[in-house]
């Protein structure tokens, strides 16, 4: 089992930057790829980005490349997302998961892949 807390949201002027945190509990944390998804309202939980057990790959959907930069912290539990040039589209409920990705595997960017999720931390981004 793995327990994920999300922390972090707020209001945020278009332009401007947040730093989302995901604490992790239980067992073998560092096993698992850790990832970012967000649900805007009235639409489907999407993928953001994903980060190996290791964090020597990351993985980013399009319209947040350049922008948003995933990372994580073992010795910590932690799992991160550097959010900058932050747009009102990027206005969600932003949610951290644990999931797998294999060696061979594409990354986890579906909620299927994934196998914990935290409860989410809202992001409003006013133009």
């Known amino acids: 089992q793995v327990q994920l807390v999300e922390s972090g949201g707020g209001l945020v002027q278009a332009g401007g930057s947040l730093r989302l945190s995901c604490a992790a509990s239980?067992?073998?944390?560092?096993?698992?790829?850790m990832g970012w998804f967000r649900q805007a309202p009235g639409k489907e939980r999407d993928f953001v980005a994903a980060?190996?057990?290791?964090?020597?790959?990351?993985y980013y959907t399009d319209s947040v490349k350049g922008r948003f930069t995933i990372s994580r912290d073992n010795a910590k539990n932690m799992v991160y997302l550097q959010m900058n040039t932050l747009k009102p589209e990027d206005t969600a409920v932003y949610y951290c998961?644990?999931?797998?990705?294999?060696?061979?595997?594409?990354?986890?960017?579906?909620?299927?892949?994934?196998?914990?999720w935290g409860k989410g931390t809202l992001v409003t981004v006013s133009s």
């Open positions: 239980g067992r073998a944390f560092s096993n698992y790829a």
């Open positions: 980060v190996s057990w290791s964090g020597l790959r990351t």
């Open positions: 998961a644990a999931g797998g990705w294999g060696p061979s595997a594409p990354p986890p960017t579906t909620r299927g892949g994934m196998d914990y």
